[in-house]
């Protein structure tokens, strides 16, 4: 992953380079050269063509260079504010969320279409971009690679163990910003997850897997299907230590000695 999906700086854009657009409006970081016949059409899923770099100068003084796409032949303008130097001199990435590249999303086709991996999270999607109940810690088989959005770039499609289809975006690259981003590592892993995890039983990992947490758990195994809490207090008391754990979005656990005795999910 690291070997074929690192960020590009726009210097190494060559022309002719394809980019699918990823939402159905277009961004206002583009302007087209001439009017639009169709203002309101949908650009979700056209391709975009780098056509190279051009030097604007402002009022006569600094020179500045835009980025010029040609789709459907209109061509587009992309201001980058900076000059060439600027731009040689910081490997310089132009903040475009709904472009991604297509020789991108190719390699990534090739490289993983019917890879067995393990997914690490229950997040899943539909065709149609809704949240289904997904499992994870189990082996899936990825089946294509899409493009997603333009706050996640990258969209996977795989079947799970049971015949179960299922979608998860993000992005391939590596070094990408995990505030906005989820990289794949955080998404699969070429490892099972129960290697390391023997101690814990069959019908604990099946919970695990889905996300759920039932009486008698270890805090290990209530963070591994629940995540790490929000929130955490511990309140010393003459039968031991008790501990709440509170999420995000309401759920609550409480332990008595390490054990879970309590929660809403």
């Known amino acids: 992953m ?13 022309q002719g380079d394809k980019f699918v657009y990823l939402s159905d409006d277009l961004s206002v970081l583009l302007h087209p050269e001439t009017p639009l016949d169709n ?13 190279g770099m051009t030097e604007e100068s402002i ?8 980025l010029i796409f040609d789709c459907e032949g209109i061509k587009y303008r992309f201001e980058t504010g ?17 472009l991604v590249q297509l020789s991108v999303l190719e390699k990534a086709r090739e490289l993983l279409s019917g890879k067995k991996l393990y997914i690490r999270t ?7 971009g809704y949240e289904i109940e997904g499992r994870k810690y189990i082996p899936v088989t990825i089946i294509d690679v899409l493009p997603g959005n333009n706050i996640l770039p990258i969209q996977f499609q795989f079947v799970d163990d049971i015949g179960k289809e299922g979608r998860v975006f993000g992005t391939l690259s590596p070094d990408a910003n ?4 989820i990289s794949f590592d955080r998404l699969f892993t070429f490892d099972n997850p129960r290697d390391k995890y023997k101690t814990i039983n069959d019908e604990n990992w099946s919970r695990i897997t889905s996300g759920k947490v039932s009486k008698g758990m270890t805090k290990e195994e209530c963070r591994l299907s629940l995540g790490r809490p929000n929130e955490v207090k511990r309140i010393p008391t003459y039968e031991g230590l008790k501990e709440q754990w509170f999420y995000n979005t309401g759920a609550y656990l409480f332990f008595e000695d390490g054990l879970l005795t309590s929660f809403r999910q």
């Open 59 to 66: 009022l006569g003084y600094k020179s500045y260079v835009n």
């Open 82 to 98: 900076k000059s060439k130097d600027d731009i040689n001199k910081t490997s310089y990435k132009p903040l475009l969320p709904d």
């Open 178 to 181: 995990i505030g906005q981003f």
């Open 2 to 14: 690291e070997k074929n999906f690192t960020s590009q700086s726009c210097t190494q854009w060559k």
């Open 122 to 128: 229950s997040i899943w999607y539909n065709n149609k």
């Open 39 to 51: 203002p309101n059409q949908s650009f979700k899923n056209k391709i975009f063509t780098f056509e």
